[in-house]
């Protein structure tokens, strides 16, 4: 390993993250609130079960409730829909999550958009992407935010830079790169259509990889000095970025599992405490 190269330690900056949300949960509950975050799971996808199941312990660990809505495989777009207004209406709940994927016939968008604005804690309506697209939304994607989270953990300056996304899935590639544009860096997405792909990273002072194959990116595409972050998370704990040959050129990298993960489930629980704080600030205003 270089002598030079900074190793971007999510786990590192998921502490930090959850030490001042363990305060912040503290001081909620002086107010008698318990915040909390409600995660729906449609189906037995073992992966997806494990996730929530994840998000869930991590909850608790902090002190914010979890309560998970389990529904079978079999269930309607109009069933799901109803339970999801069920937690909108509820107000004891701050946070909702539906997990991705839902089963193939189930309207997934009808879904994410029945999530109501101020409990879209995981950044999945067309109005959080919107807002997050113009610099203000309250509850940006998780994945995104916690990208923009290690970068300022680790004062990587991003305006002026270039940086290159490499996807454009609406709750990765492209809040990313808004989240990136709006931090006044030179922005590329590429895509599957994108013709010369190489040419395009090597332009990257920041790489972000969130493509979902496994050791997509090559070391020879990166940069010298430039800064990796690799979203991907794929069977077997295998990153978008060939990690051993990307090490060589890069300044600055996430290494997989340990980096961008535990900042996401970071990110979605400082967004449910945000919640939590909004209604206890509400409701001692009314
Ligand atoms: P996705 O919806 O499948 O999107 C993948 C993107 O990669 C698409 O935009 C696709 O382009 C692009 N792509 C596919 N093949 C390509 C190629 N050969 N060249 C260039 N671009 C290509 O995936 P996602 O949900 O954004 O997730 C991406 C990765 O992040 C996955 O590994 C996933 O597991 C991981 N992830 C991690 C977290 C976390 O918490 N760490 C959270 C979410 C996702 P088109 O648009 O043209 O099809």
Redesign the pocket.
């Known amino acids: 390993m270089k002598n030079d190269l900074l190793l971007l330690d999510g786990d590192a900056v998921a502490g930090k993250m959850k030490e001042q949300l363990a305060e912040r949960v503290k001081q909620l509950a002086v107010k008698g609130v318990v915040p909390c975050l409600a995660t729906i799971l449609v189906g037995d996808d073992p992966s997806s079960a494990t996730?929530v199941r994840m998000k869930g312990n991590a909850c608790r660990r902090l002190g914010i409730q979890s309560i998970r809505v389990e529904l079978p495989a079999h269930t309607t777009t109009e069933q799901l829909i109803g339970e999801i207004q069920k937690l909108n209406d509820d107000p004891a709940v701050h946070g909702i999550l539906l997990q991705?994927p839902v089963p193939h016939h189930i309207d997934e968008r009808a879904a994410f958009e029945a999530i109501r604005i101020n409990k879209d804690v995981d950044g999945v309506t067309t109005l959080g992407f919107a807002q997050n697209a113009f610099g203000f939304a309250d509850f940006p994607s998780?994945?995104p935010a916690?990208i923009m989270a290690i970068l300022d953990h680790y004062q990587i300056s991003i305006e002026g830079k270039h940086a290159v996304v490499?996807?454009?899935?609406?709750?990765?590639?492209?809040p990313v790169s808004a989240m990136l544009l709006n931090r006044n860096a030179t922005v590329t997405t590429?895509?599957?259509?994108?013709e010369n792909?190489m040419d395009m990273v090597q332009l990257g002072d920041i790489v972000v990889?969130?493509?979902?194959?496994?050791k997509?990116v090559q070391g020879d595409w990166i940069k010298p000095g430039a800064v990796v972050l690799d979203?991907?998370?794929?069977k077997g704990n295998i990153?978008?970025v060939d990690y051993e040959e990307c090490l060589r050129n890069a300044g600055a990298i996430t290494p997989?599992p340990g980096?961008?993960?535990p900042?996401?489930?970071a990110t979605l629980l400082k967004h449910t405490v945000d919640a939590a704080e909004k209604t206890a600030a509400l409701s001692s205003h009314s």
């Open positions: 996730y991705h998780c994945t916690a490499i996807g454009r899935s609406p709750i990765l590639g492209k590429c895509h599957s259509k994108t792909l990889a969130a493509v979902g194959k496994p997509f979203a991907g998370y794929n990153g978008d997989v980096s961008v993960g900042v996401t489930i």
